[in-house]
């Protein structure tokens, strides 16, 4: 009888904010990882503090939960759970979480159901073949209306599978639905096989029904102890005391501390090249932490260190034998901005003390040893690099954990990446669903106009709310969400995923007011503010030192305007009957990173910081920029 665990390895995918990382959360406690007097944090893998912060998921994160006795013939079963990114932005986290696992628990919530950034993930995981298990959390929700939510999941398998064009895998899908649903309350620590009913938590008293349909559904690990070593590089992490870390799973054979292996990694080109390395130390997972291991068998995830310059996607192999698995591959990024060092007057005053050009290029590419799917380029400027991402949330995300690391940036307006197919510009486009109440559908079909939305579809979804889906330009969604949620009153409901390339959709315009640009250095004066009050609304507070080029804050009109923000009130030996009043100054706008972002036009940049966050002009000087639009015209002629 053998006495090895058995494994299964699933990662659980879902929408931002329906119960992921809260049901990973329950699976952990009721599986005894953590001591009787711990103090569980609410989302213990969210680790990350812009992960707490945002309430989303970044960063594909494991867990290993092991059942005692579970497996066949009285063995241990261990559990491998991957918490993924509910959000497209960060679909090369999933892609490489997907490598790692044999089967997906969709969860959904019970009254939202799937939403459309679902739909990207689970397209993965039907391409690979894999189960995929419908769980319906938050089903004591007083709203929630689960026998529509699971119609809907199904629908959707369906759909997803029938565009497919592996028939093997689209006939595999539409198997699916003969597989269990489950019905959960991941705040309450319960599942169930057993619809529980509108409103009511699952009468199971916790989730071992989940776990029993983990066991009996997810298939077990196609891999052989017996057979030479194989080992796929997955993901990466670093230790002060053990240096790079790779995070690996063992596909076939044992993998040992201290084992002479034939590290596979590629170059810059793809060439394969084969070197022998050692592994210096062996993790195994346990809970969320990691244990030092002697071996580590076929089936399982672990960790090694001793390779300096291990990579996502290379293979650890047996030296006799040495046969690569895949590379990890993702999708093509869609969007791109400039990142370089600040180049603005106030310069190293900031609070940053990471400034120069070195500095930022090594940390682009550290990102990139374990971000897959990012990609850093040259630009004519030697301080600058064109970052490129799957999406506008990713990249801001990098900027601001570059942000509090002390680093002071100029970071550029998004743009699209665009590609020439027969010799046509074609441009990514996304698959956009709005839920909206109805007195708002006259604002967002302007609002969709105005950014090239095609509209596909429009229907009532009850309680005068309304559903519209277009077919939009990534770039016409640049910027969206801050006008969006203005229109909406905040109410409004967007989510978007990639739609593929197609031709270029023509001019789409930034924004509809324009910008108020400091014309002089100094420190602004409440006189100036309240002089120029009617000009618009302002980002900047009396006392702020400004520079020439400095958005202080956006026009009524479409236009710039160059402004005197530092004027001040000329003194005389006449006494105003008014000169006692107490000037009154509209609150300034503070703009966050992401507004800031969104905020920028087409000749404008970011100057990020860590103590605070200023839109400037590319090019300071009032002079050069008229000078630079003359020549503009010129061309154009």
């Known amino acids: 009888m053998s006495t090895h665990p058995e494994f299964r390895n699933v990662a659980i995918v879902a929408h931002v904010d329906h119960g992921k990382t809260t049901l990973v959360n329950a699976m952990l406690e009721q599986s005894g990882v953590f001591s009787e007097h711990e103090e569980v944090a609410d989302r213990i893998m969210d680790s990350g503090d812009l992960e707490k912060e945002k309430g989303i998921t970044i960063l594909a994160k494991n867990t290993a939960i092991r059942r005692r006795g579970a497996g066949k013939d009285g063995n241990d079963l261990v559990i491998n759970v991957i918490d993924t990114p509910g959000h497209a932005d960060f679909g090369g986290e999933v892609e490489r979480a997907l490598s790692m696992v044999d089967g997906v628990v969709l969860l959904v919530d019970a009254s939202e159901g799937p939403l459309p950034q679902t739909r990207f993930v689970l397209g993965k995981a039907l391409e690979a073949k894999m189960p995929v298990i419908i769980c319906v959390n938050k089903t004591d929700r007083p709203d929630a209306r689960i026998d529509e939510v699971v119609e809907e999941s199904q629908d959707l398998l369906l759909e997803l599978a029938s565009a497919l064009?592996?028939?093997?895998?689209?006939?595999?899908?539409?198997?699916?639905?003969?597989?269990?649903?489950?019905?959960?309350?991941?705040?309450?620590?319960?599942?169930?096989?057993?619809?529980?009913?509108?409103?009511?938590?699952?009468?199971?008293?916790?989730?071992?029904?989940?776990?029993?349909?983990?066991?009996?559904?997810?298939?077990?690990?196609?891999?052989?102890?017996?057979?030479?070593?194989?080992?796929?590089?997955?993901?990466?992490?670093?230790?002060s005391f053990l240096g790079r870390i790779g995070l690996v799973r063992v596909h076939s054979g044992v993998l040992r501390k201290g084992q002479q292996v034939a590290w596979i990694h590629y170059d810059d080109e793809g060439k394969e090249h084969v070197k022998i390395a050692k592994i210096a130390e062996l993790l195994s997972t346990v809970g969320v932490t990691r244990v030092p291991a002697q071996e580590i068998i076929a089936g399982d995830i672990a960790a090694v260190s001793g390779i300096d310059d291990i990579m996502i996607g290379d293979t650890l192999a047996d030296p006799e034998n040495p046969v690569a698995l895949p590379r990890i591959t993702v999708d093509e990024p869609a969007i791109s901005m400039t990142i370089g060092v600040n180049t603005s007057p106030l310069a190293g005053r900031g609070g940053g003390d990471k400034l120069t050009a070195r500095m930022v290029k090594a940390r682009l590419d550290q990102e990139l040893i374990g971000n897959v799917s990012l990609r850093v380029l040259p630009t004519e400027r030697p301080d600058a690099w064109e970052v490129q991402g799957r999406g506008e949330m990713a990249l801001s995300v990098l900027v601001e954990t570059m942000r509090r690391e002390g680093f002071e940036l100029t970071v550029g307006k998004p743009q699209v990446v665009t590609h020439e197919i027969d010799g046509k510009v074609h441009e990514p486009f996304e698959h956009l669903v709005i839920d909206i109440p109805a007195e708002y559908q006259g604002a967002v079909t302007q609002l969709m106009a105005s950014r090239k939305g095609q509209m596909l579809s429009m229907d009532n979804t009850g309680d005068n709310w309304v559903r519209m889906e277009y077919s939009v330009p990534a770039r016409g969604l640049i910027g969206f969400r801050t006008t969006?949620?203005?229109?909406?009153?905040?109410?409004?409901?967007?989510?978007?995923?990639?739609?593929?390339?197609?031709?270029?959709?023509?001019?789409?315009?930034?924004?509809?007011?324009?910008?108020?640009?400091?014309?002089?250095?100094?420190?602004?004066?409440?006189?100036?503010?309240?002089?120029?009050?009617?000009?618009?609304?302002?980002?900047?507070?009396?006392?702020?030192?400004?520079?020439?080029?400095?958005?202080?804050?956006?026009?009524?009109?479409?236009?710039?305007?160059?402004?005197?923000?530092?004027?001040?009130?000329?003194?005389?030996?006449?006494?105003?009957?008014?000169?006692?009043?107490?000037?009154?100054?509209?609150?300034?706008?503070?703009?966050?990173?992401?507004?800031?972002?969104?905020?920028?036009?087409?000749?404008?940049?970011?100057?990020?910081t860590p103590d605070i966050l200023r839109v400037r002009k590319v090019i300071l000087s009032s002079t050069e920029r008229g000078r630079a639009r003359a020549r503009a015209k010129a061309r154009n002629k």
């Open 165 to 239: 064009d592996d028939a093997d895998a689209a006939a595999a899908a539409e198997q699916l639905l003969d597989l269990p649903v489950l019905y959960a309350s991941g705040r309450e620590g319960r599942a169930s096989t057993t619809n529980p009913g509108n409103g009511s938590a699952p009468e199971a008293a916790d989730l071992q029904e989940l776990f029993d349909v983990l066991y009996e559904t997810l298939p077990e690990p196609t891999a052989t102890i017996d057979a030479p070593l194989q080992a796929h590089v997955t993901n990466l992490d670093s230790s």
């Open 484 to 608: 969006f949620m203005t229109e909406t009153r905040g109410t409004g409901i967007a989510n978007h995923y990639s739609e593929g390339l197609q031709p270029w959709a023509g001019e789409i315009k930034d924004r509809a007011t324009g910008s108020l640009v400091a014309d002089r250095p100094g420190q602004i004066t409440a006189y100036a503010l309240q002089q120029l009050a009617d000009r618009g609304s302002f980002f900047v507070e009396p006392g702020t030192e400004a520079y020439e080029g400095m958005v202080v804050g956006a026009n009524n009109r479409d236009e710039d305007i160059d402004i005197n923000i530092t004027r001040e009130k000329k003194l005389t030996n006449m006494r105003s009957a008014t000169s006692e009043a107490t000037v009154t100054l509209a609150k300034a706008r503070t703009l966050s990173l992401d507004e800031a972002m969104e905020f920028c036009g087409q000749d404008e940049c970011v100057e990020v």
